[in-house]
């Protein structure tokens, strides 16, 4: 192989969508935290928070983070510094099942209600663990429709948004009658 000339290269990411930016800034409009936790690679799941308004486009490092940070060693570090570290992150990279699980626990101890949302086998114990397990129905696998609480009919994030304000509605209406 001689004479070869490199005439470009090719790279694709699936496109994030349709609404689904527009309802991260509705949930953070509702004083609703919304955090991404992925097994993709750090640098992949960044450009992804931040096509979908997660993470704001000056933002680096600081809000986001490659989950062997909590775990160095093949440890997981001490509850109060993990708390530290999920208060402040909103992108976690190249996740494994346990660590979505330390990071639903950790959102706990906060006394925060955390709602979880995946489709697959790997997600099934955080889904479970959740205050709110939310799978897809319809990409999503039996044992995470099994493991959660709620089933999203169409497999759009969107759907959660408008369901929580819904609810609101619904709720204040409860209080006001």
Same mark, same amino acid.
């Given at each position: 192989?001689?004479?070869?000339?490199?005439?470009?290269?090719?790279?694709?990411?699936?496109?994030?969508?349709? $609404?689904?930016? +527009?309802?991260?800034?509705?949930? *953070?409009?509702?004083? #609703?935290?919304?955090?991404?936790?992925?097994? +993709?690679?750090?640098?992949?799941?960044?450009? %992804?928070?931040?096509?979908? @308004? #997660?993470?704001?486009?000056?933002?680096?490092?600081?809000?986001?983070?490659?989950?062997?940070?909590?775990?160095? $060693?093949?440890?997981?570090?001490?509850?109060?510094?993990? +708390? @530290?570290?999920?208060?402040?992150?909103?992108?976690? @990279?190249?996740? *494994?099942?346990?660590?979505?699980?330390?990071?639903?626990?950790?959102? =706990?101890? =906060?006394?925060?209600?955390?709602?979880?949302?995946?489709? $697959?086998?790997?997600?099934?114990?955080?889904?479970? @663990?959740?205050?709110?397990?939310?799978?897809?129905?319809?990409?999503?696998?039996?044992?995470? *429709?099994?493991?959660?609480?709620?089933?999203?009919?169409?497999?759009?994030?969107?759907?959660?948004?408008?369901?929580? *304000?819904?609810?609101?509605? %619904?709720?204040? $209406?409860?209080?006001?009658?």
């Amino acid at each position: 192989k001689q004479d070869l000339q490199l005439l470009g290269l090719v790279a694709s990411i699936d496109p994030e969508r349709h $609404g689904v930016k +527009d309802s991260v800034l509705q949930a *953070k409009g509702a004083s #609703i935290r919304v955090v991404m936790i992925t097994g +993709d690679y750090l640098k992949t799941a960044v450009a %992804i928070a931040k096509n979908i @308004a #997660i993470l704001q486009p000056d933002e680096g490092e600081e809000a986001a983070c490659d989950c062997a940070k909590l775990r160095p $060693g093949g440890e997981y570090i001490k509850e109060d510094e993990m +708390d @530290a570290l999920t208060a402040r992150t909103r992108c976690f @990279a190249r996740a *494994k099942p346990e660590d979505k699980m330390e990071i639903v626990h950790s959102f =706990q101890r =906060q006394g925060l209600v955390c709602a979880m949302t995946g489709d $697959g086998v790997n997600d099934a114990p955080a889904l479970h @663990a959740a205050d709110i397990g939310v799978a897809m129905g319809i990409q999503g696998t039996e044992v995470a *429709k099994g493991a959660s609480k709620m089933v999203l009919t169409d497999d759009n994030f969107c759907s959660i948004v408008l369901a929580v *304000k819904n609810g609101r509605v %619904i709720y204040a $209406g409860i209080q006001k009658f």
